[in-house]
């Protein structure tokens, strides 16, 4: 075997290697296992270790004299801020919007923890992740997103009544108001796919970067990136549930005043 024939063999299995133990990237979350005939996921498992701590958390308020204080200390600029779309019915919303602010902020910061995404598991001889952030999964998202768009129109019902929410969406008047219905509906579900690519788009580009970056250099140079990222974190979960409260504010309000 010639000299450029060894060269040769011995590039292309250095470049096999690198590719066979590269960074594990994939769009859609990984079946872990199956419980009576449900596939758990990575995200979904990552998504009920969120669900169990906030339970923690909210069985500790009043119970921890710390965690009540710190908690007031940083749901008050929340409250003030959320108070200002809402007015006097704050008090009705408040706990809606600040559950979804809460958990899809855990959801993104827990899946920037050392851990998460480089802890694998051997699942029919392939190395998956363990966890995933639960936001970076698309069904996840979409379920943030039609659930807030559901509960803007239960609430568009209970606070206009059935005739004057129907009458948004089908208002035959004259051929305008009708097409502006049916554009209406069209906006509903498009505010819903809106919420979830958008959340699912940056948590999962920032997984992506933080993984790319971590497998190219050396770890400490992957920190600015991990504050970004935590960054936002905690602007895709604001931007949320700011964004629910907005829609919820404009649907019940009367405008035929």
Not at 16 to 28: C, D, M, T, Y
Not at 125 to 137: H, N, V
């Amino acid at each position: 075997m010639t000299a450029n024939k060894i060269a040769e063999t011995a590039i292309t299995q250095n470049a096999e290697a690198v590719v066979s133990h590269g960074p594990h990237i994939s769009i859609k979350a990984e079946t872990l296992f199956e419980l009576f005939g449900f596939p758990v996921t990575n995200s979904l498992l990552t998504s009920w270790i969120v669900v169990f701590l906030l339970v923690l958390l909210a069985l500790s308020y009043n119970r921890n004299r710390f965690v009540t204080s710190l908690l007031n200390l940083i749901l008050k600029p929340i409250y003030s801020l959320f108070a200002g779309v809402f007015g006097d019915k704050i008090e009705v919303f408040f706990p809606l919007v600040m559950t979804y602010f809460l958990y899809i902020l855990s959801l993104n910061w827990l899946g920037l923890l050392p851990g998460v995404g480089t802890i694998l598991l051997k699942v029919h001889d392939e190395s998956i992740p363990l966890l995933r952030a639960g936001t970076a999964d698309l069904n996840t998202t979409l379920a943030f997103g039609f659930m807030s768009i559901f509960m803007v129109q239960y609430y568009a019902v209970r606070y206009l009544g059935w005739g004057k929410y129907l009458k948004k969406f089908f208002n035959f008047a004259n051929p305008i108001k009708a097409f502006v219905g049916l554009l209406e509906v069209v906006s509903e579900f498009s505010k819903a796919i809106s919420f979830s690519f958008r959340l699912f788009g940056n948590i999962f580009a920032g997984e992506v970067l933080l993984t790319v970056i971590a497998f190219l250099v050396p770890v400490l140079a992957s920190f600015p990136f991990l504050l970004f990222e935590f960054f936002v974190g905690f602007i895709q979960a604001l931007v949320f549930a700011m964004l629910s409260s907005i829609f919820i504010s404009v649907a019940i309000a009367d405008h035929g005043h």
